[in-house]
Each structure stands twice: as structure tokens, then as C-alpha cells.
């Protein structure tokens, strides 16, 4: 088709689509994107022929309220959806042993309901995975219209976990800046279990715990019963077993300031 006849064209479907907009519908007209690959179109007011574009689609669009009216137009459809894609992280387990690698399976250009499978798992609603050790870990993600599948990939630094086991050396609870509060020992999460004790400097116990994890589980520069402990020096003994069973100990000071 040449230039001067595609003008003609769509001078000729404007003129449709005025002549139609002065009637009314009982029902929401169609719209139709012409030039598939050529051929003519049957409407109600008529026919039109057409030779190159893309294809043919219906779209309702509300007008009034008592006659059928169809609009002719040409233009590009765009498609609701192209695919399913994402972006999923991850990260490495941080030393050797500690098992505690993760995971995070995230979608863009999703359409409807999104679902994990991990591992050959069935699909839910889950989509973040901790405590992996180092390997190859299949997932499948699905939508309301595709899938897809991939790989995430966890590896470890070969570095000993005891020596990503490092204590703070102090902690200021009560002192209005809400910092330092707790007494952090980076690297704890990196053992299956492990015990803390704190002591006076006479020796005494004055505080333990299990599974201490830095947030809900931590010392507060409080005794056992809840007290608060005066300004001092005091000492712990950290004892921790990795997940490869490999036991560890550690001694040291705090110091704790109000």
C-alpha cells in the first residue's frame, strides 16, 4: 500500500468512528486494530480493506445506551504481559561449616497469584530459604499465565568460622542515645547452639543463656533475676558447637558504662 492510500485509510476510519460516536449502544462497541496481513472487514457500516500491520484485536470500550456501535481504528495493542521474569538474590554461607547460606526468589512482570517451588517442593506461597549449605538449588516460579525455572548457586568463604566468632568489648544500656544497649558477638548465628555465661570479676555467674542470637536472646547488663548490674568489668565464656559438630570456646571482658 502505497503512502497516499494508507492516508486515505484512516481518513476514512475517522470518519467512521465520528459517524458511530452519534449513536447510541445497549451493549459496549468493539474496537478492532487493523492490518493483520491483509484482507477486508465486515462491519456494520460498512467494509474496509486492509493489507499490512499487525493483528486484529478486540477491545470493549462503554458509550452509551441503546444501539451497537463498532469503532474502526489502527494503531498498536499493547500486550498486558510479556513474561514472567525475576530477580532473585542470594547469600553465600559466611565460613566454613555454617550451613547458612539464603535465599530470596522475587518476580517482576508478574500477572495474578505468584508461586515458589524449591527443590522439586510443591509450589506455595514461600519464597525465602535460610540455613543452606553450600550446593546447587533448582527453583520453579509460576503466575496466572507462565513459569520459569532457575538455579541459585551457594557457596562459602574458606575462612573458619572461629574466627568470625568477635565479641564486643562494651555496651552502654540506659544511657538515652538507644545504642549499644545490647552486647553483640558477630558471628554467633554462624553455630547450631551455643551457651553464654557472664561473670563478676570475683568469679561469680551472674548471667546465662542458650541460643543467644544478638536480638531477643542478648545481655542487657542485667543479672539473672533481672537487676540492673552496677558500672564494671565483667566476663564471659562463650561456648558454641558448629553445624559440623566442631566445638568452640571463648573468653574475654566487658565493659559496661551507664
Known sequence: MNNKAFKSICILMLVLH???SAQVQNSP????VFCSTGGTGSFSLGTIDYTVGETIVSTDSAMSSSASVQWLTQGFQQPNNTSLSDKSTFTNSPCTGANNGSANL???NYNGNVTYSWEGSSFGSQFLFKNL???TYQYKIKDGNFSLAGAIVISEDAIDCDDQLKPYTGITPNNGDDYNNIWVIDGI???ETNTVYIYNRWGAKIWETKDYNNESNAWNGKNSQGNELPD???FYLIEAISKTLKKTEKKGWIELTY
Open 106 to 108: 522475587s518476580v517482576i
Open 189 to 191: 548465628s554462624n553455630f
Open 232 to 234: 564494671g568489668t565483667y
Open 29 to 32: 462497541p468493539m474496537r478492532q
Open 133 to 135: 549449605a553450600p550446593g
Open 18 to 20: 465520528f459517524a458511530a
